[in-house]
């Protein structure tokens, strides 16, 4: 866990799968993103464990969903927009196909939950992520690497505040 007054350098992501690619199941994609992420940063990156997740919102028969968060400082030049597009092309080189289905089965999805302390709201990103801090399987693996404590930008209540708002009825397993 990096130290409180820290994270307000760092970006965090939120990681999922749910869908095999080639040969690779869920798990071994979210190995493969976290590695991927690790190349973006010079410094050493926070990873949780992983966490299965029943799917939220989801079409009827979409499969449980496996869920991770990394924890990194972005290289000094980077910007939101620019990290976003990083993140894409992580996501586009396991397959990941956009039909335009909200919260569909995906081989790999990389949310920007948050970059270092800025708050944004463009037509391309949003920041932090509008629905983080209603969603267990975001919180759970935030709460892992940043700590109880964190406060996500633009908000008053801490992580484990934002978790105790939220319905139980949310499946979650760490891994």
């Given at each position: 866990m990096a130290e409180a007054e820290n994270l307000r350098n760092y970006a965090?992501?939120?990681?999922?799968s749910n869908l095999p690619f080639g040969l690779q199941s869920p798990l071994d994609i979210i190995a493969f993103a976290i590695e991927s992420l690790e190349r973006l940063t010079p410094k050493p990156n926070l990873a949780s464990s992983a966490y299965l997740t029943g799917p939220i919102d989801s079409p009827?028969?979409?499969?449980?969903?496996?869920n991770s968060m990394v924890a990194l400082i972005p290289v000094e030049d980077e910007t939101p927009l620019t990290f976003l597009h990083k993140l894409q092309g992580i996501e586009n080189a396991v397959g990941r196909h956009r039909s335009g289905v909200i919260?569909?089965?995906?081989?790999?999805?990389l949310d920007l939950i948050s970059f270092k302390n800025e708050i944004l709201n463009t037509e391309e990103l949003i920041l932090?992520?509008?629905?983080?801090?209603?969603?267990?399987?975001?919180?759970?693996?935030?709460?892992?690497v940043a700590g109880r404590n964190f406060i996500l930008p633009g908000f008053s209540i801490s992580i484990e505040e934002q978790l105790a708002?939220?319905?139980?009825q949310q499946s979650i397993r760490k891994i």
């Open positions: 965090f992501i939120s990681i999922g009827a028969g979409t499969p449980d969903f496996y919260n569909e089965a995906r081989t790999l999805d932090p992520h509008p629905g983080a801090h209603k969603r267990r399987f975001v919180l759970e693996p935030l709460l892992e708002e939220i319905s139980n």
